[in-house]
């Protein structure tokens, strides 16, 4: 079920001549106004109502009819062909060849959760045999995993594909067996048209309920906030702003029964230099920060809007070879121009700061982000919050601390992040093995001698961390784990045979690891 306008379909969005963005009318060949196909209230309920209904439909198939399902949407994507990769270049400004990797990934994942079905571990089936004769006597147990119920997803702004309509949120519903009502994103609703129709398509295909999927179009806060309120849905998976996020977490919580949010929100990714590494490699590392930094324009949530490093020589050849490589790049148009007027109040708001001095800094053109760097010191970044914040976009802030003592007390102050990153040669482990406790509070993933951007889609990456990165540290948004999130479990005591889930009976007929008495076995 798919409520959209054909409007939406017919007209994209196209860069004017300053990196503007106007909606293209191809039939008047002329720029107009954007405009957008507004759900109403009914069709928000309609939608809502209609994934109530398929849940229990949707969860009973089994694994390997989700499985070809999640590949069936997978192939539908590819049949669309350049199409969709031309639509998303004209709504997003991004490369061609960052699109097509990034429709890679899509299909990617969707292919990597229907494996996670037919392998049959994310079941965690678990049964603990009866003990008639103990005292007191212990019943027959037995557990699985079920989905929660329909979902709610939030499409990103800045991952078109991976993190929009058939993303990973979706993917990680769908396999656990959650109906999924989306919100499309506003910056790119072709696009968003073009998948939401490809997963429809599958959904008749493979003969599921029309409600298995519904994708709801239009700006303005009304619409995300019905959706949540709505009674049949059972969880949201947001990606975007701390206003937005923590908004919608305000309208789970006020629900008559409350629901979780796995909104991710805001991350500053901090990039810690040790003193050994920095001295060997300062200028290679200045210029991979500064590689990592600018990629698609600072656009990412990984984006290294951080970086601490020990006062001293290795920090001025650093300095030096990063903001030469960033003062030689070039600003590019952002995703939208909501997202580059923010990122010019924040680069101006850094630059005015008294307690920051400005190391490189690329001219402002109208629509576009030009790389920023800039300089401050521990003291200064322990008292003053607003230098904790997030600057979408390619701009960071060194910190410069007097000793590895200052470095761990700023990794104490800091909010959680999704990365945290270490720059060490040998003689820097001790450092970082003092760092590590503070960092393994803090965020979600820790990686060594390389930059945040890029994100492994696959079973042990964790893409997540404690609030503002996440609104559940608990959790990650990419990789297999990600199917958690959209699960409970339900015990079934001294239950009949007959009435058993597949997955629990005895001898074990989908061939799938569980717990037997505790022991993990395929028996």
Known sequence: MTITGEAIIDGVQERGAAGSFQAWDPSARAYL???FHMVTPEQIDRACASAGAAFDTFRATSDEQRAQFLDTVAEQILAIGDALIERAMLETGLPRVRLEGERGRT???LRLFATLLREGSWNDARLDTALPERTPPRPDLRMRLIGVGP???????????????AGGDTASA???????????????????????????RAVAQCGLPA?????????????????VAHPAIQAVGFTGSRSGGTALMAVAAARKQPIPVYAEMS????????????????????????????????????????????????????VAAASEALSGSQGAVMLNQGIADSYRKGVDALAGNEAVTTLAR??????????????TTADEFVKRHELHDEVFGPASVLVVCRDAAQMREVAEVLEGQLTATLQIDGGDIGAARALLPALERKVGRILANGYPTGVEVSTAMVHGGPF????????????????????????????PAELLPEVLRDGNPLGVWRRLDGALTKD
């Open 33 to 35: 106004e954007p405009s």
């Open 107 to 109: 299909v990617g994942q």
């Open 151 to 165: 979902v709610a997803v939030f499409a990103a702004s800045n991952f078109p594909l991976a993190f929009s309509v």
């Open 174 to 200: 769908f396999a656990a067996g959650c109906p999924v009502v989306l919100k499309a994103h506003s910056a790119h609703p072709g696009t968003s048209e073009l998948v939401g129709r490809a997963v429809t």
């Open 211 to 227: 409600g298995v999927f519904a994708l709801l179009t239009g700006t303005g806060n009304g619409i995300g906030q019905r959706l």
């Open 267 to 318: 991350s500053i990714n901090p990039v810690f230099i040790l003193p050994q590494a920095l001295s060997a490699r300062g200028a290679e590392i200045g210029k991979g920060f500064a590689a990592s930094l600018t990629l698609g324009v600072g656009q990412f949530c990984t984006n290294p809007g951080l970086v601490l490093a020990i006062d001293g020589p290795g920090l001025d050849t650093f």
């Open 362 to 375: 690329i001219d402002h053109q109208e629509g576009k982000g030009g790389a920023a760097f800039f300089r």
């Open 468 to 495: 503002p990165s996440t609104a559940d540290g608990r959790s990650t948004s990419v990789g297999t784990g990600a199917i958690g999130r959209f699960l409970r479990p339900v015990c079934y005591q001294n239950l």
